[in-house]
């Protein structure tokens, strides 16, 4: 039977101005290989982990000017009633709600600081949980706000998160407890560890050190290399050679 774990983030998909290139960087960074499909909008790009499907990468759309970037979707258990709530409280629609055959229904809003998110309502359930994300894993999110209060009431409101504070005690976590698979993301303040404004997606890498080494001989920027978080492990966060912001992290 189809589940859904509403609150968590289930998706992150890239969209690039160079497809082959990001392939190719991915696939050295990550050991990411792709499969192409073909979607109404044109080719849809998808990357594996071995046999499982852990995210997407496309074309940005012709006319767009904007850099490249990452995307996270959110379960929500009512896309239209989360986007009517984004709206009443600050935030703007960048595009949807759309339904997409046998994948479900979408839309992207921008919270009122400016930070994009998708949210999802998957047709045939989300992802199931297979244990702690491995190296080529997504792991987690990071939300860099120029106004934190704002950022708690907007996301409590839209989504039901609430902040707890982490076992480092120098960050707030998104989510609904303090358990496994309650937690869905970090609140901090913009500025902090190399982050730019906005959300942010993690992969897990075997070696920090390596993976910044990689990232730089492959053609991209390492924007931070260490940042310790006590008791849980290090990130850096990094660019690629076409533009997108993305975190690696070790535990």
């Known amino acids: 039977m189809p589940a859904w774990t509403?609150?968590?983030?289930?998706?992150?998909?890239?969209?690039?101005?160079?497809?082959?290139?990001?392939?190719?960087?991915?696939?050295?960074?990550a050991g990411w290989t792709s499969k192409r499909v073909e979607?109404?909008?044109?080719?849809?790009?998808?990357l594996h982990k071995g046999e499982r499907q852990v995210g997407g990468l496309m074309a940005l759309a012709p006319g767009v000017e904007m850099p490249p970037y990452w995307m996270s979707y959110l379960s929500v258990p009512d896309v239209d009633l989360a986007v009517d709530a984004a709206k009443r409280f600050g935030g703007e629609v960048v595009w949807g709600p759309i339904?997409?055959?046998?994948?479900?229904?979408m839309a992207t809003v921008v919270d009122p600081r400016g930070a994009a998110f998708s949210m999802m309502?998957?047709?045939?359930?989300?992802?199931?949980y297979l244990g702690p994300p491995g190296p080529g894993d997504f792991c987690w999110e990071q939300l860099a706000?120029?106004?934190?209060?704002?950022?708690?009431?907007?996301?409590?409101?839209?989504?039901g998160w609430r902040t707890i504070a982490a076992p480092s005690g120098d960050l707030e976590t998104f989510g609904f407890g303090a358990g496994p698979g309650e937690q869905a993301a970090t609140l901090v303040a913009v500025g902090s560890g190399g982050q730019p404004p906005g959300w942010l997606t993690f992969i897990v890498v075997e070696s920090l050190g390596a993976a910044c080494e990689r990232t730089v001989k492959l053609g991209g920027q390492v924007l931070s290399a260490q940042n310790v978080v006590p008791g849980i492990g290090a990130y850096a966060v990094v660019r690629d050679p076409q533009g997108a912001v993305l975190g690696l992290f070790k535990g």
Do not use: C
Request: glycine content about 8%.
């Open 6 to 29: 509403y609150g968590m983030f289930v998706w992150r998909e890239l969209s690039t101005s160079d497809v082959e290139g990001a392939l190719r960087f991915y696939e050295q960074l």
């Open 145 to 159: 706000s120029p106004e934190l209060s704002n950022a708690r009431t907007f996301y409590s409101e839209v989504v």
């Open 39 to 46: 979607m109404p909008n044109g080719a849809y790009h998808l």
């Open 99 to 105: 339904e997409v055959e046998n994948i479900g229904r």
């Open 121 to 128: 309502k998957a047709a045939n359930g989300d992802p199931p």
